[in-house]
């Protein structure tokens, strides 16, 4: 069967590893049909507007994407596309697995899936300075929002991720010492469901300052772990550094009636155009994607062919410590498919 995507080169080195990875996904044999679309900075060049209608048309008939990064400016201009999109389609959940491709690295035996809740927390926008005196700007607030509904849907969307991906146990990380309503809401609900799937799924909680240490101290130890917006954000940059940067981090957004794909990584404004780029984040990307639309098999084999290629070590890119074109690269994947 076909499967239709909206497919978003996007902005930087985006249009070359969304070129590379649309021919690896191909060579695999996936029948798909892609509805070449743009946003970012395309999208102002192509219709002047970061987020085209004819995009989110695109996504609301497909509900599947696959997304090269999107620049967003900094401190003007247009507000962030990425974060916009995961609102307009209501992408919840956040899934960042990050694993150990090359042995014998710093770090050994890594198989970790950090889910985030994508929609609440401090990410809410709800932001404003306060005027004490003749200083209007004498005080900043930032309100995190943590609803029961929220914290219910990621954290039982972690727990049937660990059930049907065969793990074993679920992290939930906070700061309830001190967050106490925030942090505490979403631990109670962690520890109200975890009784559901007792025997299943072994839960544990974390407090995130531990969880920075316990990271880089054991990280072996950790399988499926959730958290709030603003924490899943920043451990989810720190587990990719464990694995070998983010040039090997993929990830999905996922919603009840969307999902949408990316790297984890930006557009790279320092090594667009030179041909130098690793397309495997995205290409994995393009992996979970055939995951969630139950075709592992394809995915199983892109993945084995890639990580062959990179622990082989001759034809790779130079954020893994080669000198491989992008090019070069991904004929090397597609050779061992
Ligand atoms: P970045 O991830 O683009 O780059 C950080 C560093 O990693 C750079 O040195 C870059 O060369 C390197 N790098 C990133 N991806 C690589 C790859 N595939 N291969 C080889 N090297 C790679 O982060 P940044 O510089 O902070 O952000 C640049 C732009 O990207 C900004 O406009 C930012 O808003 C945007 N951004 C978009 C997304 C997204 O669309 N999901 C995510 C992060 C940043």
Request: charged share 25%; net charge negative; proline share 4%.
């Amino acid at each position: 069967m076909t499967i239709r995507v909206t497919l978003i080169p996007g902005d930087g080195i985006g249009p070359s590893i969304t070129d590379a990875t649309v021919r690896i996904v191909e060579a695999a044999g996936a029948s798909i049909s892609w509805d070449r679309q743009t946003a970012g900075q395309a999208g102002v060049t192509q219709w002047n507007d970061p987020m085209p209608d004819a995009t989110l048309e695109s996504i609301r008939t497909t509900r599947l994407a696959l997304k090269g990064p999107l620049e967003t400016p900094v401190g003007e201009g247009y507000r962030s596309v990425n974060v916009a999109l995961r609102k307009t389609f209501d992408l919840y959940a956040n899934v960042r697995p990050v694993r150990t491709v090359r042995p014998g690295g710093r770090f050994d035996g890594i198989d970790i899936v950090l889910i985030r809740e994508n929609t609440e927390g401090l990410y809410s926008g709800i932001e404003h300075y306060i005027r004490i005196g003749n200083d209007p700007e004498a005080a900043a607030e930032s309100v995190a929002i943590v609803t029961r509904y929220g914290s219910e849907r990621v954290i039982r969307y972690a727990f049937e991720y660990a059930v049907t991906h065969d793990r074993r146990k679920l992290t939930l990380v906070h700061k309830a010492n001190i967050l106490k309503f925030t942090s505490g809401l979403f631990l109670e609900v962690g520890r109200k469901m975890a009784k559901e799937y007792a025997g299943r799924v072994a839960f544990e909680d974390r407090i995130v300052d531990a969880m920075a240490m316990q990271l880089v101290i054991r990280p072996e130890t950790f399988d499926v772990v959730v958290t709030t917006n603003l924490f899943g954000d920043i451990l989810s940059d720190e587990m990719a550094g464990l694995v070998g940067g983010l040039g090997l981090a993929p990830g999905g957004n996922i919603g009840e009636h969307a999902a949408i794909f990316e790297a984890v990584h930006g557009t790279a404004p320092d090594i667009a155009g030179k041909g130098i780029a690793n397309p495997a984040a995205l290409a994995l990307a393009a992996c979970m994607m055939l995951d969630h639309v139950g075709e592992p098999e394809r995915a199983t084999r892109i993945r084995t062919a890639l990580e062959a290629t990179i622990r082989d070590g001759r034809t790779i890119t130079r954020d893994l410590g080669g000198t491989a074109t992008t090019d070069h690269f991904t004929d090397a994947v597609i050779a061992r498919l």
